[in-house]
T-cell receptor, first 113, second 114 residues
Framework: AQSVTQLDSQVPVFEEAPVELRCNYS??????LFWYVQYPNQGLQLLLK??????LVESINGFEAEFNKSQTSFHLRKPSVHISDTAEYFC???????????FGKGTKLTVNP | GEEVAQTPKHLVRGEGQKAKLYCAPI?????VFWYQQVLKNEFKFLIS????????ETGMPKERFSAKCLPNSPCSLEIQATKLEDSAVYFC????????????FGSGTRLTVV
């Protein structure tokens, strides 16, 4: 069975600082990996996903994540955060061929001025 | 449309009352999925449909929960005799294919059972 561990439940940072949100997964088969963002009182938005190919994937708003198969990790990074990045971030995994997502418990990113 | 429309946004029910949630998938998407997000941010898969057919219902509680996707109607998730522990945000997603790579989520329905 798959599982996802987000190691930090809360990450407070100052504006323009770099941030890393950690995600580790376990699965016995090949997987797809996702990061979703949930702004306060809103739904889930896909931030980025790893399907195959280059292990570094980027989003349009400056986030990137790197798939590390040996460490079974998919950490999310941004070199300089904005106040508007304050949100809950969820890492998720899906076995190839499966229709289901398994989510981590989320990391609340709070960007302070 | 290009969004998954969930209604209502908020729903308050007294314990024992029925709750019915709706989800209109993106046109052309043949798969619909329901997830429950409880207070501690845990997401639980409930059920998936391929068109009007149940595809996977392994996450559905055996009692009180039912779901349908009928042609030319929004999909629905119904909870009979709600309990306090049913309080959660219920998300619907649709996808053009079976895999999770094509998901688009709706904005959710927040159910509060009092």
């Amino acid at each position: 069975a798959q599982s996802v561990t987000q190691l930090d439940s809360q990450v407070p940072v100052f504006e323009e600082a770099p941030v890393e949100l950690r995600c580790n997964y376990s699965s016995s088969v090949s997987v797809y990996l996702f990061w979703y963002v949930q702004y306060p009182n809103q739904g889930l938005q896909l931030l980025l996903k790893y399907l195959s190919g280059s292990t570094l994937v980027e989003s349009i708003n400056g986030f990137e994540a790197e798939f590390n198969k040996s460490q079974t990790s998919f950490h999310l990074r941004k070199p300089s955060v904005h106040i508007s990045d304050t949100a809950e971030y969820f890492c998720a995994v899906s076995e190839r061929g499966s229709e289901k997502l398994v989510f981590g418990k989320g990391t609340k990113l709070t960007v302070n001025p | 449309g290009e969004e998954v429309a969930q209604t209502p946004k908020h729903l308050v029910r007294g314990e024992g009352q029925k709750a019915k949630l709706y989800c209109a998938p993106i046109k052309g998407h043949s798969y619909v999925f329901w997830y429950q997000q409880v207070l501690k941010n845990e997401f639980k898969f409930l059920i998936s449909f391929q068109n009007e057919n149940v595809f996977d219902e392994t996450g559905m509680p055996k009692e009180r929960f039912s779901a349908k996707c009928l042609p030319n109607s929004p999909c629905s998730l119904e909870i009979q005799a709600t309990k306090l522990e049913d309080s959660a945000v219920y998300f619907c997603a649709s996808s053009p294919g079976q895999g999770a790579i094509g998901y688009t989520f709706g904005s959710g329905t927040r159910l509060t059972v009092v």
